[in-house]
């Protein structure tokens, strides 16, 4: 997962940011084979597919695993909505 905060902030590392921080949280590698999948949806027509696959622990003491995800839909912009039109 990747987080990014563009100005002024406080931050998880030692020193307050000024142009802005990235966070980046990263997840092991599975050492157990399996999978998933996951697909979220929003009131706005959004909708969220995510995926993972790994292989588990393999002969050679390696491991991978696979993660990925694609978002689709129309959007949504707060306070943009006007109630006097039909759809968006």
Same mark, same amino acid.
């Given at each position: 997962?990747?987080?990014v905060? *563009? @100005?002024? &902030? ?6 307050n940011?000024? @142009?802005?921080?990235?966070n980046?949280? !990263? %997840?092991? !590698?599975?050492?157990? %084979?399996? $999978? +998933?999948?996951?697909?979220s949806? =929003? +009131?706005?027509? #959004?909708?969220?597919t995510?995926? +993972?696959?790994s292989?588990?622990?393999? %002969? #050679?003491n390696?491991?991978i695993?696979?993660? @990925?995800s694609?978002? +689709? @839909?129309n $959007?949504?912009v707060?306070?943009?909505h #006007?109630?006097? =039109? *039909? &759809?968006?």
């Open positions: 997962m990747i987080q905060q *563009k @100005g002024l &902030g406080a931050s998880k590392v030692a020193l940011s000024l @142009g802005g921080t990235i980046i949280i !990263t %997840k092991s !590698t599975e050492t157990e %084979k399996g $999978g +998933s999948i996951q697909q949806y =929003t +009131s706005y027509g #959004n909708k969220k995510t995926f +993972s696959f292989t588990g622990l393999m %002969k #050679n390696w491991a695993t696979f993660l @990925g694609r978002t +689709s @839909g $959007g949504y707060d306070a943009t #006007n109630p006097y =039109t *039909k &759809g968006y």
